[in-house]
């Protein structure tokens, strides 16, 4: 005959909580990791594809785009026609690569390095909103893209969620 330990509920409010909180982190231990790489992914290369789109016209950069790189954001060290080519280019380029999970990391790293210059440079007082960016980007800097990503399939970026124990 087999006997069966059972765990007594625990009683008062404190010991409550805490296995209120245990099994809601056990439930979130099931999230799926692609998932949140894949919105980690979307969210900032969302926000830096419609400031692109607001720098173009068509194919050409607007005259007001390079207006803005010399009398607003005066980068230092860069001059201001290539900084806002650069820019340009980059806000186009590295969030449809993160989207697609093509050369993520290095392009999670790009928009990383550009939301610092922002945040340092332009817009200082900012850093509510730009540290949600550089949140979402660390996650596929330091974790990877996750397999919803044509690194996975590519085999460009085999590596998963280091957890620690």
């Not at 245990?22 to 099931?30: E, G, K």
């Not at 992914?41 to 005259?63: C, E, F, H, N």
């Not at 969030?95 to 610092?116: H, K, N």
């Amino acid at each position: 005959m087999t006997q069966s330990i059972e765990t007594p509920t625990p009683t008062g409010l404190v010991p409550r909580g805490r296995a209120m909180l245990r099994r809601t982190n056990a439930l979130c231990d099931h999230l799926p990791y692609d998932l949140v790489a894949f919105v980690a992914r979307l969210a900032p290369a969302m926000v830096y594809w419609q400031s692109a789109r607001t720098k173009v016209d068509g194919v050409t950069i607007k005259d007001s785009t390079y207006f803005l790189f010399e009398h607003v954001y005066a980068l230092p060290v860069i001059p201001p026609a290539t900084a806002t080519v650069l820019a340009t280019v980059a806000e186009h380029v590295l969030p449809v690569l993160l989207v697609l999970g093509l050369l993520s990391r290095l392009s999670a790293l790009g928009l990383l390095t550009m939301t610092a210059v922002i945040q340092l440079f332009v817009f200082p007082d900012a850093w509510v909103t730009h540290g949600l960016w550089a949140a979402a980007l660390l996650v596929i800097v330091a974790q990877g893209p996750g397999r919803l990503s044509l690194d996975h399939v590519l085999k460009l970026d085999q590596t998963g969620p280091k957890h620690s124990a």
